[in-house]
């Protein structure tokens, strides 16, 4: 920095103006309540401490907001828990696009993402790093109610494998193709219900092992009540599948299922419904 003001001096001193744009904020923190697995050969934790960030900035439908800028919109969000230090890391946001409009009830936008995940349920874990083609978008189903989406599908690479160490190879990177479908059905200022579907294929192109695969399903949902305030109380449900194989490796299936419930402190904007009517 010191050398660029010696150089430019305050030809970059400007900062980006932000106009305005609409944002999400969660925080939440909880305990896991129930916990079931299958095809796992030490079993998982049944009991521990929950706690996630989601944050979202440049929600569509903002009036006079225009995504002119890469990452003019992004989405984050964390999750750590005391059994497996890191479960996920999810983050997109776009490259290049533009808005669209369907009459009064339906404001969006689509074009091009660029996305890097990790998720790790104990057991098992994944990562990708990719582009994809999508579109974000909000629609008022009535007065109150309002549905907020997420679709994307494109290519990347990746890698998955157990966690468990095992004498035989486990393990798989290679070209990714994934898919993402994200909903939030908001009922007014008191409660919000989340649905998130994951799924990652790890082929074998570009890969040392090319007649590996790794096949990763990941769904998320959640229920919000909000008490009071920016406080709520929120019921989650995850769960995790792989489904692998390998030339002299056992068939793996896997499946990793927990239960929580979570305290929630919502940002400013609460529930984060954008509103242009």
Known sequence: MGFNRLIFGDRF???????????????????????????????VREHGVI????????????????????????????????????????????LMGTTYAFAETTRGAWGLFGSYDYISPQVFRASSVALSLGTIWQSWLSRSIALQGVALAGPGYGAAGSIQRIEERDYHYGTTGQGLLALRLIFGDRAMLDFTGREYYVSGLLSAEPHGQENILRGETSLTFRIFGSHGVAFRYAVSHRDARYPNVEYRDQTVETISLMYVFLGKTGFGTVEWR
């Open 51 to 94: 706690g996630d960030v989601t944050f979202t900035y440049g929600l569509p439908g903002q009036p006079g907001y225009r995504y002119t800028r890469p990452f003019d919109y992004f989405d984050f969000h964390v999750t750590a828990v005391s059994t497996n230090t890191l479960e996920s890391i999810n983050t997109r946001g776009l």
């Open 13 to 43: 001193d400007t900062v980006f103006p932000s106009r305005q744009p609409a944002t999400f904020l969660r925080l939440r923190l909880g305990g896991i309540v129930s916990t079931s697995s299958h095809n796992v050969a030490s079993g």
